[in-house]
């Protein structure tokens, strides 16, 4: 894996909106996360009675699986969830996307805060739909393989 495929997820994964989050003992839901490449981490704000919440709370396997907007970025995630309280940490991420959840806002008693821990990531990095375009057209010219990007895992 390169140096250059990890900040390139990084880079890609900030721009991209929402993705799926399963955990060990639920099932996949759309989620909304807030990178943290410092910590090798991900945080989702979530409402107290959603089973992500149930399951964070003891700790979980998770797996978050994107595709950004523009087809740039195709990952799949690993890692654990944990409930975390942190009044500082969810001043920091909250936004006015998150604030349409919660019918009080950021003082709502229903907010729960959850943290990934990534473990490892499987990471393809293309030149994005346009790219793909060209590449099928110049293969089926030349009779070459496309060039679809890098692809590596990423261990954290």
């Known amino acids: ?12 994964l900030d721009d991209t909106r ?3 989050l399963a955990t060990d003992g639920g099932r996949a839901v759309p989620m909304s996360h ?3 490449r410092d910590a090798n981490a991900l945080w989702f704000i979530t ?3 959603t089973e992500l919440a149930q399951v964070a709370q003891s700790g979980a396997a998770a797996e978050f699986t994107v595709s950004s907007a523009n087809e740039s970025l195709y990952a799949r995630i690993d890692g654990a969830v944990q409930a975390v309280t942190d009044p500082a940490k969810l001043d920091e991420l909250w936004s006015a996307v998150a604030a349409a959840w919660f019918e009080d806002g950021r003082k709502d008693d229903d907010i729960q805060l959850v943290r990934m821990d990534l473990a490892e990531a499987e990471v393809w990095v293309t030149g994005g739909s346009l790219s793909f375009l060209y590449e099928i057209a110049k293969a089926n010219v030349g009779k070459e393989k496309p060039d679809m ?3 590596g895992v990423i261990v954290f």
Do not use: P
């Open 1 to 12: 894996m390169s140096d250059s495929l990890k900040s390139e997820f990084w880079d890609r």
């Open 18 to 20: 929402a993705g799926m």
């Open 34 to 36: 807030y990178v943290d």
């Open 47 to 49: 409402a107290n009675g």
């Open 149 to 151: 990007g890098e692809h």
